[in-house]
């Protein structure tokens, strides 16, 4: 599985034109398309270009806490997940910026099958969120993994964030021991989460 030399411009996805309509009904759902899309906007707009929430500043939480549990939970899937890129979504009652703490971490499936990106499996990104609307909870975080890299968000990373409320959770294995870190990514401006030890 490892080995070869490293490859960034070929995501194994279906490319737009073979993309299958998602139908979801009222539920607006990003598809891989427009993932893509917005990855290479991302890419080409560059990270920590300038941007924000409307007029406003980017939204910046001092810090968010992520229980000892479902950090435990994330790093064994995202670990499982080597030599590519795993992610997932950490899902709460209320998001960060209104004190929600993540109660659950849900491991997805990395349709890329890359060690450099990842991309959502449509129809599972669907599912999982109709799951969470329904119980009346909220996507509170994107994880993903860097395996070989630091846990900071890349050009593409920048591109794909397309929740703007949401904090990004980067768990890097370059280290021995995977290092966590968290970022708000709001219209190309990046900025730190300090993430409480629990
Ligand atoms: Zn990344």
Redesign the pocket.
């Known amino acids: 599985m490892s080995g070869g030399p490293p490859r960034d411009d070929a995501p194994k996805v279906r490319s737009d034109a073979n993309e299958p309509a998602v139908t979801g009904g009222e539920t607006v759902v990003p598809e891989v398309a427009a993932w893509q899309r917005a990855a290479d906007a991302g890419a080409a707009r560059g990270v920590g270009a300038a941007g924000g929430r409307g007029a406003g500043p980017p939204w910046i939480p001092a810090s968010a806490r992520i229980p000892a549990p479902v950090r435990d939970e994330l790093v064994e899937w995202l670990d499982a997940a080597r030599p590519n ?1 795993g992610w997932g979504v950490l899902v709460a009652a209320r998001m960060a910026e209104d004190g929600g703490v993540p109660e659950r971490f849900i491991g997805m499936r990395n349709a890329a099958e890359s060690p450099y ?1 990842y991309y959502p499996e449509p129809e599972e990104l669907l599912r999982v969120m109709l799951e969470i609307d329904d119980a009346d909870e909220v996507v509170w975080g994107v994880v ?1 993994s ?1 395996v070989a890299s630091a846990p900071v ?2 050009a ?2 920048v591109g794909l964030a397309t929740y703007p409320d949401a904090v990004y959770v ?1 768990a890097s294995f370059a280290t021995e021991k995977p290092e966590l870190r968290a970022w708000t990514i709001v219209a190309g401006a990046v900025n730190e989460v300090g993430l409480e030890r629990t």
């Open positions: 890129e990106r993903h860097h968000p890349s593409t990373d980067i």
